[in-house]
């Protein structure tokens, strides 16, 4: 049988695997009913098979990502390397064709309801940001949230996008169930290394923003300073100001930890350095000889970090 090498007239939406084999075949522009929108991203509607994913070396054991591809653009972001399962590669097409797995909810719901489910903790954003703009649109991650509300289940988000104050009514009970915690990302406060490594992103002062207004409604919120990137956000007076920034708006900093580059990632963030920052990069093949940077290095950053928040802890409101 031949592989078809346009998407037309499909009676409901493809699977994951349809969107591979005709990428594969074609190329992206095969996705001929993805939607581009204002943004210029284009969105292919997906059906998923499932909406829990197994997670392995993580600190929890299962993910839901309502999105696949992300319109932020981070230039450091690991979840690149997913675009490669669907054929596309890791650079533009990562934040410019996404993946809209329009079943989620039913299929989460269906999940929920096995009596093998065993009420385990939910990480929601791990790879694309489930509060990304076209969230707006679609409303996946509210329906996701919902969903696990009508279980109790736990679950944890990683968003930097302020949209997510839209469901601070379901973010308030979610916190109630134990384990439950939304981290809003803020690896640096400087609003020209934001647009640098963040293109699509909101600015650091509006998701600090965000993250004051979820603790006001009681929703349980911590800020990740995650990833502190050598020779951007790395600087002690930056990190000092990132940390003196969350004081001011009375979030508490979860965590903060230096890059680390894998494969799809790792290929876009250098060809991104070659092209905007060439003279770094011969000290960045130094540092990233593997995945993370050595461990003194990160012993250093992470002894800037502990100072920092004694200041501001000693410093108080």
């Not at 009676?11 to 001929?32: I, K, S």
């Not at 329009?102 to 940001?129: C, H, K, M, Q, Y």
């Not at 289940?153 to 009970?173: E, Q």
């Not at 800020?223 to 600087?235: A, E, H, N, Q």
Request: proline residues 5%; hydrophobic residues 40%.
């Amino acid at each position: 049988m031949t592989k078809p090498t346009q998407l037309t007239f499909w009676r409901e939406a493809p699977t994951m695997r349809d969107v591979a084999d005709l990428v594969r075949a074609g190329g992206t522009g095969a996705l001929t009913e993805a939607d581009r929108r204002a943004d210029q991203a284009r969105y292919q509607e997906v059906r998923c098979r499932s909406a829990l994913n197994r997670a392995y070396g993580m600190p929890f054991s299962w993910t839901l990502n309502p999105y696949r591809g992300c319109t932020h653009g981070c230039h450091y972001c690991y979840a690149r390397k997913y675009h490669k399962q669907f054929e596309m590669n890791a650079d533009d097409e990562f934040a410019s064709v996404i993946l809209v797995k329009t079943n989620i909810v039913e299929a989460l719901r269906r999940e929920l309801r096995r009596p093998s489910w065993t009420g385990e903790l939910v990480a929601i954003g791990s790879a694309t940001d489930c509060y990304q703009p076209i969230e707006g649109h679609y409303k996946l991650t509210r329906g996701a949230l919902e969903a696990l509300l009508e279980h109790r289940n736990p679950a944890s988000i990683v968003t930097k996008g302020p949209m997510i104050v839209r469901d601070k009514d379901l973010l308030t009970r979610l916190s109630a169930v134990e384990g439950s915690t939304v981290y809003v990302s803020v690896p640096c406060a400087d609003e020209a290394v934001c647009e640098e490594l963040e293109p699509g992103t909101a600015s650091p002062r509006q998701r600090l923003r965000a993250a004051r207004e979820l603790a006001d409604a009681g929703v349980r919120v911590r800020i990740l300073m995650s990833p502190i990137v050598p020779g951007f956000s790395s600087k002690p007076a930056l990190i000092e100001r990132t940390v003196e920034a969350c004081a001011a708006h009375g979030v508490r900093i979860a965590a903060g930890n230096v890059m680390h580059l894998e494969e799809g990632a790792r290929t876009h963030f250098f060809a991104w350095l070659e092209r905007e920052h060439p003279a770094l990069v011969q000290g960045y093949r130094k540092l990233y000889e593997g995945q993370n940077a050595p461990a003194a290095y990160t012993k250093e950053v992470a002894r800037v970090l502990s100072d920092a928040r004694a200041k501001a802890e000693k410093k108080g409101p």
